[in-house]
Nanobody, 122 residues
């Protein structure tokens, strides 16, 4: 079993930056795929960024060039660096993870964090 705990959310002005962290406990993290999702009020969840166990990354178009996903396997942690934030980035951000083989088979993450609120003021 893997537990994920996010941190780093808060209130930031438009144009500012925030770094979210997602620390995994329970198992070593280096063979896991991980991603960040967000959900704004009244909207469906959206996958924002993802990383595979070998470092490949994915970004939704709306955050390309502004957000960076990275991982430190020694710390069992995945990060989401968010720059040039916009009010429309306001959402609850959650991290997710799955053993990479399982993720490739199902396309689904097995473990989820509780989420952290990011609010961008204009």
């Amino acid at each position: 079993q893997v537990q994920l705990v996010e941190s780093g959310g808060g209130l930031v002005q438009a144009g500012g930056s925030v770094r979210l962290s997602c620390e995994a406990s329970g198992r070593t993290f280096d063979s896991y795929a991980a991603g960040w999702y967000r959900q704004a009020p009244g909207k469906e969840p959206e996958r924002v960024a993802a990383t595979s166990s070998d470092g490949n990354t994915y970004y939704v178009d709306s955050v390309k060039g502004r957000f960076t996903i990275s991982r430190d396997n020694a710390k069992n942690t995945v990060y989401l660096q968010m720059n040039s934030l916009k009010p429309e980035d306001t959402a609850v951000y959650s991290c997710a993870a799955a053993d990479y083989s399982a993720y490739m088979a199902t396309g689904e993450y097995d473990y989820w964090g509780q989420g952290t609120q990011v609010t961008v003021s204009s």
